[in-house]
């Protein structure tokens, strides 16, 4: 059975790899390329957003085409309540969680009624609902989305300041990362990932399948409006397209990419993916041609993924 099975090799790389993104600001404030710390943030925002489709997907065996719905919804949470006067992080950021949460659990609760390709179209379904609701409300700025006038406050922290919110991002992405490995290694886990190896043997012994991908699906869901909640702040902006079936692929192509399965999986993608992205771009207007052929190289060269490579992914018991 293929179990997903932490090492000290893989602790050791994650923690040098996180050392180097805490001096990344102060690096590049060296090469006087500050400006590209709000990228970074980006990056790690999706990094997160993939993680939480990975554990959906990767952990728990269920294809979802719809996990935009929560990431959009995470967004337009934060961009309300501000337009609302509630600015504090402390109480937006876990609301949007908790929002997207309960979309999850009602989302869920429906959709784990059906296996295979039927789960994913009505997944897929549930995100186009919500994606052309936002778009007809005008109060929520309709297809011109939600601008986010000012940032989330979070207590003496001003995340007004770049170097400030990337490293309040790096730290949540770290937690979620340490969270998701110690879930990974828990009884939940082992119970989910051989769930996804085998439904019909779990049900068999009694287990309550149905429950466990729920409580999977729904954590998912809650982490994914978290993210969301983060990309708002860093651009200013809740879109519509947060919630298009497009943005569920483009997280999916991540975790293809970093590794189905694997921990680190959703962060190596999101890097690799909005890197190609942004040295493709200033190269040619058709820069969707050399993406292309960068995943088609992962998917024949590297099945599992770019962290299979150096044995992040999965294991054998």
Not at 84 to 96: H, K, R, T
Not at 134 to 145: A, F, I, P
Request: net charge neutral; charged share 10%.
């Amino acid at each position: 059975m293929a179990l997903y099975r932490s090492s000290p090799g893989r602790r050791i790389a994650a923690g040098v790899v996180l050392v180097l993104l805490v001096l990344l600001p102060w690096l590049l404030e060296i090469l006087d390329q500050s400006f590209y710390v709000s990228f970074a943030s980006r990056v790690l925002i999706f990094a997160l957003a993939a993680t939480t489709l990975n554990l959906v997907i990767g952990f728990g065996g269920m294809v979802s085409f719809g996990h935009a719905a929560f990431f959009g919804v995470g967004a337009y949470c934060v961009a309300i309540l501000a337009d609302s006067g509630v600015l504090s992080a402390a109480l937006a950021w876990p609301l949007a969680a908790g929002v997207a949460a309960l979309l999850a659990l009602l989302v869920g609760a429906i959709s784990l009624r059906t296996r295979g390709v039927y789960f994913i179209m009505i997944t897929l379904a549930f995100a186009q609902m919500v994606f052309y609701l936002v778009l007809s409300l005008k109060s929520w700025g309709g297809d011109d989305g939600l601008s986010l006038l000012h940032r989330s406050t979070f207590g003496s922290l001003d995340l007004k300041d770049d170097s400030t919110f990337y490293f309040v991002v790096l730290a949540l992405l770290t937690l979620v990362l340490a969270a998701l490995d110690r879930l990974a290694h828990s009884r939940f886990g082992r119970v989910i990932q051989s769930i996804r190896e085998n439904e019909t043997r779990m049900e068999a012994l009694g287990y309550p399948v149905f429950t466990y991908k729920l409580v999977c699906f729904v954590i998912g869901g809650g982490l994914a409006g978290l993210a969301g909640a983060l990309l708002v702040n860093q651009s200013g902006l809740a879109s519509p397209s947060l919630l298009h079936w497009m943005q569920s692929g483009t997280l999916m192509v991540m975790i293809v990419i970093g590794g189905v399965g694997s921990v680190f999986g959703g962060v190596v993608g999101a890097v690799l993916l909005l890197l190609c992205e942004e040295f493709f771009v200033g190269i040619s207007p058709h820069w969707q041609i050399g993406l292309g052929l960068v995943l088609l190289a992962v998917v024949l060269r590297a099945p599992l993924g770019i962290a299979g490579l150096f044995g992040w992914g999965r294991n054998r018991e």
